[in-house]
């Protein structure tokens, strides 16, 4: 087995070893999506909730995965010196970030093959042809979040890390227009949740799944935005150990 | 070729934020060498300068001044091909805490091509029984001894342990020193760093002491001990040294207060001086010590006349 696969298996398998991680990847998700998919109490603007909820709960699940479970992994990884050991190994940087990228990938791939199945059998049928833009949309944010979970993991101490990284990711749930649209918000605090990535990808993961021909130019801009700036911040600051 | 050439060595960190005291110097000139099919152990108290040293031989860090070569190259520009020849144990931490015993090793032999098998490793290190133990469930000893393992993945020609027996109870220990015998037997250069003398004088082939990031005495530890042969004596306070050093043809001094050293080796005759000396003037003898002293002594001998020396020099450019 080659060292990147090796260590992409490592990555994966403690993933999903952890509690706390699969609470933040699939329970806090599947919840979600469940109870106010099938209790109609949030302002969706929808006929039926899952159609908003669903699109959401998938953005929201990209974001668990690259930006927090990344994130906080790594940044334990860097004050218990994994990172500093495995810089004396021939894996090199590169292949670490590699096996990183595609352990990210595989969780994803895992959660959508939890969720989708989920909203379907709660009555959501987005179109097919929907699909290749949503998860392009995905991808980006994959890598959007990915470099702002590891710019947090790169500078801050472990437990600091552990906590700003959840507070982003309560504040990037909440005016990111995951559980309840922006226009719900006051007008200012919707004006700058537009720029955030967590509602571009909402918005695109939306509105690909519902009405494929109506993707926003503003939401892909922000969203590859994020997808540039982030990781080039990561790479600059990021300490490894 | 030595395995290992440290130059001139000068490591400093830079001033932390808020700390008036400028830059420190962590190794301050350090120079020695390591060999292929020794144990060579850097020896001193927490602080001298033992970790900065190894960190830049493994290409951690950046030396200042001075010019180290590992395997002939150079640990930093040439850090990608040293990687496949050296083995390296942290002083601590370097493993995922929720990864298992046998996947952590299989993974380090991964990450070298499968040069050497994981239950081989395991079997090696003592660790077969807790194969499936996670880290964060071993005890210090046995998560030292894991360390150890992925040390040897890659089965390198120079290994670094930095206090590889810290924290290792006393049968780990016999495995730990055991272990690194057969490497340096089996042709491997081993760089360890102990504060612990009993640790050094067991293991080590050669043993370089370091205070204050200044190599203060090497050789072999047998060397070391002869090198400090002196006879100790206590009796009453204020013994006329001056006289009894002419006795005896040798310097002498007084320690601490009643306690006496005579510079010489502890030969029959110059004991048989000694001592009948001390009987002409009427002196009791409450202690004799001759003969060789151990690593201890040599120790605490350098590194408290080292600290002594720098404090009398600073007493004096502070006048």
Known sequence: ?241 | MAAIEVDELVVRYPARRGDPGGPTTAVDGVSFEAHAGHVTALLGPNGAGKTSTVEVLEGYRHAVGGRVRVLGLDPVTEHHVLVRRVGVMLQGGGVYPGIRVREAVALFCAHYGGRTRPDDLLERTGLTELAHRTYRHLSGGEQQRLSLALALAGDPEVLFLDEPTAGVDVSGRLLVRRLVRDLADGGRAVLLTTHDLDEAEKVADHVVIVDRGRVVASGDPHELRASGDRIRFAGPSGIDVAALAAALGAPVHEASSGEYVVEAAPEPQRLAALTAWLAQHDLPLADLRAGRQSLEDVFVRLTTEESAATSAGRRRRSR
């Open chain 1, 1 to 241: 087995m080659s060292a990147v696969s090796a260590q992409a298996r490592v990555e994966v398998a403690l993933t999903l070893r952890r509690g706390e991680s699969l609470l933040l990847t699939l329970g806090i998700p599947v919840l979600l999506l469940v109870v106010f998919g099938l209790v109609d109490v949030l302002p969706t603007g929808t006929d039926d909730p899952v159609d908003f909820l669903a699109p959401g709960v998938l953005a929201l699940a990209v974001m668990s995965t690259a930006m927090v479970g990344l994130g906080i992994a790594t940044g334990f990884e860097r004050s218990y010196l994994v990172l500093k050991r495995l810089g004396a190994t021939p894996l090199g940087r590169p292949a670490l970030v590699g096996a990183k990228i595609a352990s990210v990938l595989v969780v994803e791939a895992l959660q959508l093959a939890v969720l989708v199945p989920i909203a379907y059998l709660i009555g959501w049928r987005p179109p097919l042809a929907g699909w290749p833009l949503a998860i392009a949309a995905m991808a980006l944010g994959t890598v959007a979040f990915a470099g702002i979970g590891l710019t947090m993991a790169g500078v801050l101490r472990g437990e600091v890390n552990l906590a700003a990284q959840n507070g982003c990711y309560l504040v990037l749930l909440l005016f990111g227009g995951i559980v309840f649209p922006l226009a719900e918000l006051p007008a200012p605090l919707e004006a700058a949740a537009k720029v955030l990535p967590s509602s571009a990808l909402a918005e695109l993961v939306r509105t690909a799944l519902t009405d494929p021909v109506s993707t926003s130019g503003w939401a892909w801009a922000v969203l590859a935005a994020w997808a540039v700036a982030a990781p080039l911040v990561a790479a600059r600051t990021f300490r490894w150990w």
